[in-house]
């Protein structure tokens, strides 16, 4: 489902938010190749200019070609890693004299020219040939590290694979090159690496790491990989001898799971500093409820984060409607009856008796 949105989603911003570029309304493989290994290592806006000047000068693979060596390099010079200006160069000869001029139009063809990569072979064959292979590169990582809270390292085997199954799951088998455009454009101009644009991001509701407050922490490499500390503070809301639980949406840990109302800050907060929160004064407008005690903290370890929760205990003197938050209230009695993450059951262990 959350997969579906994803790609849906991503095609809606793209069809409103696509940047017009010289390169994009050709199928000419030729044209694209050129546009790719231009824009290796290369920003859009300094590898732009190149493209026109390289496509006016040599607007088909024969010119380029048969372009002296000197003079391709010359018209590379400024744009740097130079190896790609001569596997450019090699190749334009490979396809004019060993292929007849044929730009090859499979995916393992394209892959087997010089200078191309998974990256360029998938980009190439979906924009020029509409074939279903998607692109993954830095901003592909970066976007599904993000919107699906995806902690394996990026720069590990079982990282890139994991990567290269999911963006082949979610690409549009219809409109790859579409597809393809939009994640890049995405990624680039969106989801940036500093400063993403998440209060104006229309799969913000959907994305883990918005929930999660993590979008700066993503993509995970191996070598700076840390864990995340989370700090929970659970109100145990005692009504008549029942409790309010809450089921755990999507987006987050511990999905469809059952715990209490929460309110999550950056750190572990005092009692009287909870008190002061918003969450707390939503809750309680008119103040009328008698706090019995505040738990020691617990912790649990998950496999990239590590959650503290401390657990307030109340009683409630007035009617708390828990089921404007959605929240449902339960006996003791039938705790039994709900899936609780570890740490509540660790809580309920150690003080049931003090709740009750
Ligand atoms: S909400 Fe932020 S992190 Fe998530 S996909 Fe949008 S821009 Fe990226």
Known sequence: MQKKKFTKHLLEWFAESHRPLPWKDTKDAYLIWLSEI???????????????????????????????EDEVMRMWEGLGYYSRARNLHFTAKHIAYDLDGKFPDTHAGIRALKGVGDYTAAAIASFAYDLPHAVVDGNVYR????????????????????????????????????????????????????????????????????????VHLLPIKSKKMKKITRYFHYLVLNEGGKVWLRKRGPGDI?????????????????????????????????????????????????THRKIIAVFVEIDLDED???????????????????????ILNDYLKDDVLELF
Request: net charge positive; charged share 25%.
């Open 320 to 342: 708390f409607d828990g089921e404007k938050y959605g929240f449902v209230q339960v006996a003791r009695a039938d705790f039994d009856r709900y899936a609780f993450p570890r």
């Open 254 to 302: 511990w999905q469809n799971l059952y715990d209490f109302p929460i309110i999550e800050k950056e750190k572990t907060l005092t009692l009287s500093e909870l008190e002061k929160t918003n969450e707390w004064l939503t809750f309680f407008p008119k103040k009328k409820y008698h706090t019995k005690k505040i738990s020691r903290p617990f912790s649990q370890t998950l």
């Open 38 to 68: 231009i824009l290796q290592q290369t920003r859009v806006e300094q590898g732009l200019p190149y493209f026109e000047r390289f496509r006016e000068r040599y607007p088909s693979v024969h010119d380029l070609a048969d372009a002296p």
């Open 143 to 214: 976007v599904l590290s993000r919107y699906f809270g995806e902690e394996t390292p990026i720069d590990t085997t079982q990282g890139k694979k994991l990567f290269a199954a999911l963006a082949d799951e979610l690409l549009d088998k219809k409109n790859p090159a579409t597809y393809n455009q939009a994640i890049m454009d995405f990624g680039a101009t969106h989801c940036m690496p500093k400063k993403p644009l998440c209060a104006s991001c229309l799969m913000k509701n959907n994305c883990v790491a918005f929930a999660e407050n993590t």
